[in-house]
Every structure is written in structure tokens, then in C-alpha cells.
Nanobody, 115 residues
């Protein structure tokens, strides 16, 4: 059974940094692309960043230059380094992984940025 578990969220002041982690357990040898999404209160879930199994990355314009996505050496872990955080980055952040044509989600981790 595939499970994704995020960690690293919390409360930070504007301008601060946080590093989110997501670990995939289960079919770790079939993990393809991984990514991060976020959902702010009253808004739809939006894509933040993604990374392929080969290490190619893509970012949403709203966070480009401030956030960095990376994968661990074991390929079943994905990170999101978030710098220069803004109050508008406040949201629940979700990890996503593509495994054998199915997308799996974590339970989310709350990030709150105070002004």
C-alpha cells in the first residue's frame, strides 16, 4: 500500500524559511514524477512545483526564485525548500507522487506565514 507522509510545516514570520519533506512508502521502485501542491482557505488546490524521476523541475510563477524542489538519493523522498515566505504562501501543502499511472496524495502539512 502506497503512503505519502509530509512533514516540516509550521508557523513562520514573513521573510522566513521552511523545508517540507515527503516520504513515500510502498511501491517506491515505481515512483515517477513527484510534486507539491497547496490549498489556501476558500481557494482551490494549486500546483506549486514538480520534479521528474530524472531531476527536471518546474515551478509555478508565484513561487519561482523563492522555492526549490528536490529529491533524495533514494528517490522516494521529495523536499520543498521555501525561502522569503510571504503571508500569501499560507496554505496546506500536499505532496503528490505518480506511481504506475496513478497519482497518490499525502495528508497535507499546514504552513502559516505571519506578517
Amino acid at each position: 500500500q502506497v503512503q505519502l507522509v509530509e512533514s516540516g510545516g509550521g508557523l513562520v514570520q514573513a521573510g522566513g524559511s521552511l523545508r517540507l519533506s515527503c516520504v513515500v512508502s510502498g511501491s517506491i521502485f515505481s515512483i515517477g514524477a513527484m510534486g507539491w501542491y497547496r490549498q489556501a482557505p476558500g481557494k482551490q488546490r494549486e500546483w506549486v512545483a514538480s520534479i521528474t524521476s530524472g531531476g527536471s523541475t518546474n515551478y509555478a510563477d508565484s513561487i519561482k526564485g523563492r522555492f526549490t524542489i528536490s529529491r533524495g538519493n533514494a528517490k522516494n523522498t521529495v523536499y520543498l525548500q521555501m525561502n522569503s515566505l510571504k503571508p500569501e504562501d499560507t496554505a496546506v501543502y500536499y505532496c503528490n507522487a505518480g506511481i504506475l499511472s496513478t497519482f497518490y496524495w499525502g495528508q497535507g502539512t499546514q504552513v502559516t506565514v505571519s506578517s
